[in-house]
């Protein structure tokens, strides 16, 4: 059976967010969208209304270390949890995971 992959995500503004999204979103069971961790991020909720018109399941959180958490509990023993979308935000989000 395929493991259920729940992710956090977040995104620069200045790159081409929407199409990676368009990429990324179908590999996803559900996304929690982060803004807040680089200045020039899109907003959360600006993902989440993008990912939500390409038929995604996903919530917004303007909390990176709650988002994982989240993530974590959704994947539970069976699933994964990962961090994916900018190196910025992968790099903020070492920091809470190796606490």
């Known amino acids: 059976e395929k ?5 956090v995500v977040g995104m620069m503004a200045n790159k081409d967010w929407q199409t990676a999204l368009k990429i990324i979103l179908p590999c996803f069971e559900d996304v929690i969208f982060v803004d807040g961790f680089m200045p020039g991020c899109v ?5 989440a209304r993008f990912a939500i018109e ?3 399941r996903c ?3 303007t909390d990176l ?3 994982i ?4 509990a959704k ?3 069976n ?9 910025y935000l992968a790099s903020a989000a070492e920091k809470i995971i190796v606490k």
Request: proline share 3%; net charge positive; charged share 15%.
């Open 3 to 7: 493991r259920k992959v729940h992710a």
């Open 43 to 47: 907003p959360a909720a600006q993902l």
């Open 54 to 56: 390409q038929d995604a």
């Open 59 to 61: 919530t917004a959180c």
């Open 65 to 67: 270390d709650s988002a």
């Open 69 to 72: 958490s989240q993530a974590i």
């Open 75 to 77: 994947a539970g023993r």
């Open 79 to 87: 699933g994964i949890a990962m961090v994916t979308g900018s190196l």
